[in-house]
């Protein structure tokens, strides 16, 4: 059964002594819980039809009109009037979610040109395009989130790797380290983006690696000052004495004295991938055109000034994820301080 050290219980009543970190990692994991579910909330699809005593799932599989006594062999808008017909016919019915709308739905039952103000139909209105504000947003904080969270995965790894070598041999490694990173620092990456784009339809994955490539430079200073401190102390020169090799060494007495500073620093790196996801999207560099993220509802908002539930609801978005975020990295920044 996992326990944790003496050490490690200290730091976790440390962690929720801060109430506002304590309380913004749960509100955090709710909201990311929310945008995995968000095909459940926003979807225009219903979760479940019963039709002539049998249950269908929209949601999970594809059906043809025609399996509910239409003509035509392919898919049937669940939301016309038609299919609703058709089913209630044979005394069934559809549940639909509590958004009964998805990304790309457009609403055609409009009583206000798009982009609509907000309405019991339309909880936070539509966009220039009559697609729902408020699906929209889901689906774009579960990108900018899962993106974050991959980037900072990624990135770890990178900056925690590269930061150990250098700090543990030091020297001429330490030397070369530092003089490639300070060149592999001085590249334009914005530039680069708009370069790429030109040759690649940039998607999820392409933005993904690209970001990687840059994004561990932040980590690297961290761990190597970790390294290069921890590598001087005495139980790992007698560790060394013993005869450890130099990865068990790294890997079982500096690392996890190094993982106390990383820790850290994770919630601010994923605080600025979502920030350079969103600007990458307002500026036309970042998803595919059409994809639900948080930074094209920001430029949609830029053009319909006359529109203000657009910035609104971007804005409090954005505004709630990094600063739940903040606060949970300070609050980890206050649990690992050695002083505490």
């Known amino acids: 059964m996992f326990s944790l050290s003496p050490l490690g219980k200290r730091r976790l009543q440390a962690f929720k002594a801060n109430r506002r970190g304590w309380w913004s990692l749960w509100l955090f994991l709710g909201l990311l819980l929310l945008c995995l579910c968000a095909e459940l909330l926003a979807n225009d699809r219903p979760l479940l039809v019963s039709y002539e005593g049998q249950w269908y799932m929209p949601i999970l599989h594809t059906y043809k009109e025609a399996d509910f006594g239409g003509e035509l062999p392919f898919e049937p808008d669940y939301t016309s009037q038609y299919v609703r017909q058709l ?6 019915w559809m549940l639909f ?14 009583t206000a040109p798009s982009p609509s103000p907000p309405s019991a139909q339309n909880w936070l209105g539509t966009d220039d395009q009559a697609r729902d504000v408020l699906a929209r947003a889901l689906y774009g904080a ?12 990624i990135s770890t790894v990178i900056g925690i790797f590269a930061g150990a070598i250098q700090g543990y041999y030091g020297g001429v490694v330490d030397l070369v380290g530092q003089r490639l990173q300070e060149i592999w620092a001085g590249l334009p990456v914005l530039y680069l983006l708009i370069i790429l784009s030109g040759f690649v339809v940039p998607s999820f994955w392409w933005l993904l690696g690209i970001m990687a490539l840059f994004s561990w430079l932040g980590l690297v200073d961290v761990v190597r000052a970790e390294f290069l401190r921890g590598r001087n102390l005495e139980y790992v020169k007698a560790a060394r004495a013993l005869g450890l090799t130099d990865g068990a060494l790294m890997r079982r007495h500096i690392l996890p004295n190094a993982m106390t500073s990383t820790l850290t620093y994770l919630p601010f790196i994923v605080t600025g991938a979502i920030s350079t996801l969103t600007a990458l999207d307002f500026l036309g ?7 639900a993220s948080l930074g094209e509802l920001v430029g949609e908002a830029k053009q319909n000034l006359q529109a203000p539930w657009l910035g609104l609801t971007a804005f409090c978005v954005l ?4 600063s739940l975020l903040v606060f949970i990295g300070e609050a980890c920044r206050d649990a690992f301080d050695p002083r505490s």
């Open 97 to 110: 979610p509590p958004i009964p709308f998805g990304p790309e739905s457009v609403n055609w039952d409009l």
């Open 285 to 291: 560099f970042g998803m595919p055109a059409g994809t």
């Open 87 to 92: 089913i209630a016919s044979k005394h069934g």
């Open 142 to 153: 579960r990108v900018s989130i899962l993106f974050a969270l991959l980037l900072t995965l």
């Open 319 to 322: 505004a709630l994820i990094l």
